[in-house]
Structures are given as structure tokens and as C-alpha cells.
């Protein structure tokens, strides 16, 4: 009765539902609200993948390094490997500890006492009647016992446990490492976007400009003051601009797509860059400060100098091998007949292992160990050339590139000034616009010479952060925002 009142209450919510579905259509579909759409799409396996949203997304510098160090695929690639590092260091760390067991077991058993060559008529001599005495017995038996075992002495073991902790150490510096690569990725990526951004703007406005003076070259010919070879000219600067534009409206799309893919997000997925392009004088280190810095701080080194400490702890464990070891095992439970009397029974072993003939094997293990040490400070010592190395490329290219944008700010002034006094003196009739066109392509480069030096000026300072191991957290800084 219960099952059929509950069928009766669904049929009565779905008439209901197919009712107010029918009213609702009958008002029109478009009183209806648009159904919310997920941003992010879930697959089996806790894979998310994310979806472009039907409006365009706010993106600042500071919010894409951030979504970068999130979302990026090397970032995720580097977490699990220090999970990894993590897990393995749990499972050497356990032979260490004591392992405790606890167990139960319940027996039948049904022995043939015949088949074991056991006689009946052998218990006459006993006074004990033969037919009284089964040949086949059961047995049920109950056991619990718990199971200990520790390493008493074992310092291989020991020194493999502090090896695992210094992988710890590196992988957390290979993780940082990857976030500055991640960093300087991003940052460049979206500072190349702005350069492009920029040169779109400046190309449209002398689109715009070539617009101006096309009609006046144009008009210029209808008034019969002007020649034919004049809106010729005008023309095919106008339409070599419009070809400009299109060329930097290209490079600037495909640049938010790489950006996109940095970031995790889709790869049509349309962005708004609402930062500009920062110009701010750095105010240069030191070369021995900027040494003294790289060495305390860049991860690379750090990683290197964690796994030389790693390979170092493995030495010793080789070393110790010959060495004997002593360990303990036991247990303790209680055993008897289910429904009877259980009697406690335990057992307690100690053991002591000297290894003799191994020679071999172990002078081939400490080989391979030496071998590391020397190759992890070998690497070590070249890492810190190459660091200095770095540090002076940046340097320089820090301060040329920087003298670069002073020199073509003042080209641009210079142009914008010269394409004035032109355009004044082809609209007054004094000269015809082939001055003016040749301004516009002096100004156009000076234009585009500005973009790309800003660029190379702002990238440079985030080289030699990177190179110094700060940019992750000292790109603002250098950029001076």
C-alpha cells in the first residue's frame, strides 16, 4: 500500500511539472532565464578541464603568474613528484620503526589416524577398548597472536632514511625552481602581449592618419590643385597600414593563445589585458651582490647541493654495509580449542647478520656513490660559473636596453614632430605629400622601436631576477610596479 501511494505522489509531481512546463512555454520562451553554464567540466578520474566563458576574461600580470604557478603543467608535473619523493621517504622512515601485526586464525581440521598408520588394536595393551577410540578426529583450533619486529642496529638503514629526507629538500627546490621558470614564462608572455597591444594601437592611429591624409591628397585632385600621383601615394600607404594593423592584430591574438595555454586556461578562451606595459629605471646591484644573492637563493644550486647531501648520506649507507646489523622478532598469542581452554603461547627471536663474503658487490656500490659525489660537485662548481655568467648578460643587457628606450622615446618625439611640420606644409600647398609619407614610415619605426625596447628593457629585468632566484617573489619589484 505504501509502495502504490508513493507511485501515486511521482505521477502527481510529473502531471504537475508537465503542467507548469506548459504554461511556462505557452508565455514564451523568452521570459525564460538562461540556464547557469559550468565553468569547468568533470571527467572521471577528478580531472577537471576548463571551459571558455561566453565573456571576455579580466587578466592582470599578478593574476596570470598567479593562475600560471595554479594551473600550469609543470607546476602540476613537479607537486606530484615531490608527493612521490614524499611517499617514498614515509616508506623508508617505516623500516626504521617497529612493525606490529595483529592476527587471528580459526582451524578445522579432520585427521585420518588410520592413514597415518595408527592401530586400534594397539590400545588393547593399554586396557583401552579399540571401538571406544575414533579413527578419525576433529579438531577446531582459535589463535590471536600479535607480531613484532624492530631493527635494533641497522645503520645502512639508517643513513638511507637521511639520504630519503634530503630528497625531500631537493624536490622542494626543484618545485620552487620550476615556479621562477613559470614566473619568468608568464610575465614575458604577457609583457609580449601588451608589446603587441601596443603596436595595434599605434597602427591604428596611423591608419587613421593615412585616412586623413588620403582624403586630403583626394580632395586636393577634385579641387584640380592637386595631381593623380599624389592619391596614388596616399592610397598605398593607406592600404600598407591597413596591412600593418591586420599583421599586429594576428601576432596579438596568437600571443593570448599561448598566454592561455601558460595559464591553464582555454585556448579560445578571449582575455582582457587590464595591465599596460611598465617603464620604471632599476636601480642596479652590485655584481658581488648580486652574486651573494644567486648563491643563497637560486633553486637550481640549492637542488644540486641538496642532492650532493642526498648522494652523500647513500655513501655512508654503502660504507656501513659491513657493518653487522641486529633486529628483533617476535610474537605473543593464545592458541587452543574453540569453546575450550586457551593457553597463551609467544615466541622471542633476536638476530645479528655480519655479511662475509660480499666484497664484490659492495666495492661496486661504493663506486657507483663515489662517482655521484664527484659528478653532483662537478656540476655544482660549473652551475656557479655559468651563474656569474648569467648574472653579467643580464646586467648588460639590463642597462643597454634601457638606454635604448630613452634614444627611442626621443626618436618618436622627433618623428611625430617632422610628420607635423610635413602634413602642415601639404595641407597649406606648399609641398606635396610625399614628405608626409615618408614621415609616417619614420614614425611607424620609431613607434614600433619604442614597443620592442620596452619590451626587451622590462624582460631583461626579469632575466636577471631569475637569475638572481628572486622573480618569484621580486617580480614587482624589479618591474617597478
Known sequence: MGNCSTRAGVWAAAFLCCGLAASTSAQGKDDLPQAPVPNALKLP?????????????????????????????????????????????????????????????????????????????????????PATFPTIVKVNTAEAQISLTQQLFNLPAYYLYRSAQKATVAANFSTLNVQGGVTLGVGTQYLLALADASLIENARALEKADQVAYQQAKDSHDAGVGTNLDVLRAQVQLQTQ??????????????????????????????????????????????????????????????????????????????????????????????????????????????????????????????????????????????????????????????????????????????????RDASDRFAAGVDDNLPVVQAQAVLAQAQSRLVQTLYQYNQSKLTLARNTGVVESQYKVYLGR
Open 45 to 129: 578520474g577528478g580531472v577537471a578541464v576548463q571551459r571558455p566563458t561566453p565573456w571576455a576574461f579580466p587578466l592582470g600580470l599578478d593574476d596570470a603568474i598567479d593562475r600560471g604557478e595554479k594551473h600550469n603543467l609543470q607546476m602540476l608535473l613537479v607537486i606530484q613528484n615531490e608527493r612521490i619523493v614524499g611517499g617514498e621517504l614515509l616508506t623508508v622512515k617505516n623500516n626504521l620503526l617497529p612493525s606490529l601485526t595483529a592476527s587471528g586464525a580459526l582451524e578445522a581440521q579432520q585427521i585420518n589416524l588410520a592413514a597415518l598408520g595408527f592401530k586400534g588394536t594397539s590400545l588393547a595393551e593399554f586396557g583401552i577398548d
Open 242 to 419: 591597413q596591412q600593418a594593423v591586420i599583421n599586429s592584430e594576428n601576432a596579438f591574438a596568437k600571443d593570448k593563445i599561448a598566454l592561455n595555454r601558460m595559464i591553464g586556461l582555454p585556448v579560445d578562451q578571449e582575455i582582457t589585458l587590464t595591465d599596460t606595459a611598465p617603464y620604471a629605471e632599476f636601480a642596479e646591484l652590485p655584481l658581488t651582490d648580486a652574486m651573494r644573492l644567486a648563491f643563497q637563493r637560486r633553486k637550481d644550486l640549492l637542488s644540486l647541493q641538496a642532492q650532493l647531501d642526498v648522494a652523500i648520506q647513500a655513501q655512508k649507507a654503502v660504507k656501513t654495509e659491513r657493518l653487522p646489523t641486529l633486529a628483533f622478532d617476535g610474537y605473543y598469542g593464545v592458541l587452543g580449542q574453540v569453546g575450550t581452554f586457551y593457553h597463551g603461547v609467544f615466541a622471542a627471536t633476536g638476530k645479528i647478520s655480519v655479511p662475509v663474503f660480499q666484497e664484490g658487490q659492495l666495492r661496486g656500490e661504493g663506486e657507483v656513490a663515489q662517482a655521484q659525489v664527484i659528478a653532483l660537485r662537478q656540476q655544482i662548481e660549473s652551475l656557479k660559473v655559468s651563474i656569474e655568467w648569467q648574472i653579467r648578460s643580464a646586467m648588460l643587457d639590463v642597462q643597454s636596453s634601457n638606454e635604448l628606450v630613452k634614444v627611442a622615446k626621443s626618436n618618436v618625439d622627433l618623428a611625430t614632430q617632422e610628420l
